[in-house]
Each structure stands twice: as C-alpha cells, then as structure tokens.
C-alpha cells in the first residue's frame, strides 16, 4: 500500500515540498488524458489512499473530496486529437509537464525552498530546473503520487460521464473509453465518435 517513505527520506534529504504527478487515461480508445500534480499540505489523511485502480468507486470519490481540501493541485488534459496528433506518450508527457508546471505557479513562492517533482512511471520529464524522480508503480509506493493519481482517475470519470450523455449508445458511463467487448460492438455498430482517438488501431478494427 502506498505511504509516505519516499517522501520522508526526500525529506531528510532537505527537500521540503514533494509534487506528485501522475495520469489517467492512457489506455482508453476514446476521451482524453488527464493528469494532476498533488502537493499535500498535510500527511494526516483519514481515508483510504492508494493505487485509484485499487479503490472502488466510493472509495476514490471520498479520497477525491478530502485531497482537493488538503493540497494544491492542478489538472491538466490533452484531448483525442492532440493524441492523434502527437502520439500517446508524447501526449501524455505534454500533459505532465503542463500539470506540474501549473502546480508550481501555485506554491513557488510561498511555500517552496527545495522542490523534487515525483513522477509515476517512466515517461521522462524536464520540469523547469526541478529534479525530477521516476518511480516505476509510483502510483502504490508514493502518497503523493497516489493522491495524484485519484484526482486525475475520478476527474477523467467525470468528463466521460459527461460524454455518456452526448453518445450514450457507446457505454461510456460504464467502461470510460477503454477496450472493452461492449465498447468494440459499439464501435463496430456505430462507428467512431468525435471523442474517439482514429490513431489507436482498435478504433478502426472495432
């Protein structure tokens, strides 16, 4: 389960403020990639916080609430057709650093002395004169991390909820744009929509 080891060792290191950054949405045929980047103001957080795949539903909505009223945070998203355009990672890494890069301009002055930057994965970042730490499953080994993970899972299920409403034959609702049997019949009975990412293969196979 994730906790905050990483963060205090970084800590005795002589860093005093930890980002965490992380996505979803990598992986879905339709939607955008979300990411937000977290720095907790507190570490006395009184639900459950982990991996949001990890969670259930009602557990990432009651973790969301509680983070977004101990930290600042900031979300960044890049849509189906930047996707199409750049490519996935390239995508997502523009997403990262527009997210972490957002947060700094929150915090920078007031409250940052030395500053490391936390990031899921190992999609490489150059955030500024940062430094900048990879963590492979970050999302399970890093507090930060995890929260960040969260507010970019349940704010990306919100925008899909949304979708769901505009074409509801495709089951958004239910599978958030991931390639799912439901959602490949949809697409083969239908179709793409405007919110499918035509540069993923499956959207043309179905």
């Avoid at 409403?165 to 390639?179: S, V």
């Amino acid at each position: 389960m994730a906790d905050f080891a990483i963060e205090r060792r970084l800590k005795r290191e002589g860093f005093d403020t930890i980002i965490g950054v992380d996505e979803a949405g990598r992986g879905p045929l339709a939607g955008p990639v979300v990411v937000a980047a977290v720095w907790l103001k507190t570490e006395r957080l009184q639900n459950h916080i982990d991996d949001s795949k990890r969670l259930s539903s009602i557990q990432r909505e009651n973790a969301f609430l509680e983070i977004i009223q101990k930290s600042i945070f900031a979300l960044s998203i890049v849509d189906e057709k930047t996707i199409d355009t750049l490519n996935i990672l390239a995508a997502t890494r523009l997403c990262m650093q527009e997210a972490a890069i957002s947060l700094l301009g929150k915090i920078v002055i007031r409250y940052s002395k030395r500053i490391c930057i936390l990031v899921d994965g190992n999609i490489k970042l150059k955030i500024l004169d940062y430094p900048v730490l990879n963590i492979i499953k970050g999302d399970a080994r890093s507090k930060t991390i995890a929260c960040a993970s969260i507010l970019a899972k349940v704010s990306r299920d919100q925008i899909m909820g949304l979708y769901d409403r505009l074409w509801p034959q495709y089951g958004f609702i239910k599978h958030k744009g991931y390639p799912t049997n439901c959602h490949r019949s949809a697409l083969r009975q239908f179709g793409p929509c405007p919110i499918h990412r035509l540069s993923f293969s499956y959207v043309a196979l179905g």
